[in-house]
């Protein structure tokens, strides 16, 4: 040990009068920071990285090819009379779309990974049901092309008189728009 250099000693502060109370500053500043945070995730994070990795943009009529699967929208079908009742104060329409699908390669797609986007209502709106070659439930077979039919729920407010118009079919997995118009 080299005794040139003087030992080490441990000097104990006391808070001065006018820092004591400010923990409360730090905590208040601390939790306003996590809601903060919390509120940028939920909502601004989705719409920028949306833009920043972009899903492929598939025109009406055509077919994606991608990822070890052709996928084409075959039919789109509004139901004349509700399938269903609606919420108070709401109307429905049950809105029906046939897909044609040939999976090459194995897919963890489920029935939440589609969602319809309709004018007008800022959420898109996630399947309700579908069928896969007339059997309950979305399961594409491996190496085969079958139908697909999924079944969506759109409720506007019952004073809405404009035309239900949709807008596009978004698959999460691989990321694809399909434009309906």
Not at 14 to 40: E, K, N, W
Not at 76 to 96: C, F, K, N, T, Y
Not at 109 to 134: Q, R, Y
Request: proline share 8%; with cysteine.
């Amino acid at each position: 040990m080299d005794r040139s250099q003087p030992g080490r000693r441990l000097v104990l502060q006391t808070p001065s009068p006018d820092r004591q109370g400010r923990t409360g500053c730090i905590a208040a500043g601390a939790i306003i920071g996590v809601l903060v945070g919390l509120m940028v995730g939920l909502y601004a994070l989705p719409p920028i990285l949306r833009s920043i990795y972009g899903e492929t943009k598939v025109a009406a009529g055509q077919t994606f090819e991608g990822d070890g699967r052709i996928i084409a929208v075959e039919a789109v079908g509004i139901a004349s009379e509700p399938l269903g009742q609606p919420s108070p104060g709401m109307q429905r329409h049950d809105v029906s779309l046939r897909l044609r699908i040939t999976n090459n390669k194995t897919w963890d797609a489920t029935l939440a990974s589609w969602t319809l986007e309709v004018d007008g209502i800022e959420n898109w709106i996630p399947a309700a049901e579908a069928t896969t070659n007339g059997s309950p439930g979305f399961d594409p077979p491996l190496g085969q092309t079958s139908t697909v039919e999924l079944h969506f729920i759109v409720q506007r407010p019952a004073s809405e008189t404009s035309p239900l118009r949709l807008e596009a079919l978004h698959l999460a997995t691989p990321r694809v728009r399909f434009a309906l118009e």
